[in-house]
């Protein structure tokens, strides 16, 4: 992502969050879309939605990136394939199915959101650490084999880095993912903007649906957002594109 680009997106977000303020101090509310949203309910659904999403991220951090690591390792690419056929088949399953089949498992709550978010958002950073681990040049691995790094050493210090680029891709992704995943969250009882705009929606209640979704559409903009800018901070100085 350019770097214009990174200054004009949080840009348009505060001009369209400041709109959606505006109009929303304007519009008619009746009791039911006052209610649905008195008491702090925006700020706890909002929330709820930014808890679910960077929870969830960092489970599929902790659990992707060091699987895609050990993958690559000689000793256990035989079991590649069958690790990417379980992510696959995880992202490949409706997620509004997925979640219904983890609540009737672990019941109503945060717990099963939780699981369903992660499952759905593995294959991305799985896959993109396998890949940028994989692309590496062997002769970069040799010559660092041959100074006299030991594995651990040509791993941290060579390959992760130049993986980054690709793994960090895969993270971005994951995240967007999560953000628009946990809007079924509440379908399970685990909370987050989608109660606002599965209320606006029952309820027939446009101020209550439109709010929701903008929120969440702002929140998806912002951590990708974000996630580009770690992409920029985060690579290595020889892999910049002005490089």
Do not use: C
Request: aromatic share 6%; hydrophobic share 55%.
């Amino acid at each position: 992502m350019s770097r214009q680009k990174l200054t004009l997106l949080p840009s348009v977000l505060v001009v369209v969050l400041f709109g959606t303020w505006i109009w929303f101090r304007q519009a008619e509310l009746d009791a039911i879309s006052a209610n649905a949203l008195s008491n702090g309910a925006v700020w706890l659904a909002l929330w709820q939605h930014i808890q679910l999403t960077v929870v969830s991220t960092f489970f599929v951090l902790i659990i992707a990136i060091p699987l895609g690591i050990l993958l690559t390792r000689e000793s256990f690419r035989r079991a590649t394939p069958v690790a990417m056929t379980v992510a696959n088949t995880g992202q490949a399953t409706p997620a509004i199915g997925l979640l219904a089949l983890l609540v009737i498992w672990l019941g109503i709550g945060t717990r099963a959101a939780l699981i369903g978010i992660i499952v759905y958002a593995l294959l991305p950073v799985l896959s993109n650490t396998i890949a940028g681990l994989k692309a590496n040049d062997p002769t970069l691995l040799e010559a660092a084999r041959g100074i006299g790094m030991s594995p651990r050493e040509v791993l941290t210090r060579v390959e992760l880095p130049l993986a980054v680029p690709l793994i960090l891709a895969g993270v971005r992704t994951a995240l967007v993912l999560n953000v628009g995943t946990a809007t079924l969250a509440t379908f399970g009882g685990g909370g987050g903007l989608g109660v606002l705009i599965t209320t606006g929606i029952t309820n027939q209640r446009m101020p209550v649906l439109v709010l929701g979704s903008i929120l969440t559409v702002a929140l998806a903009l912002l951590v990708d957002w974000l996630a580009s800018l770690a992409e920029v901070l985060l690579r290595p100085r020889g892999l910049e594109p002005d490089a």
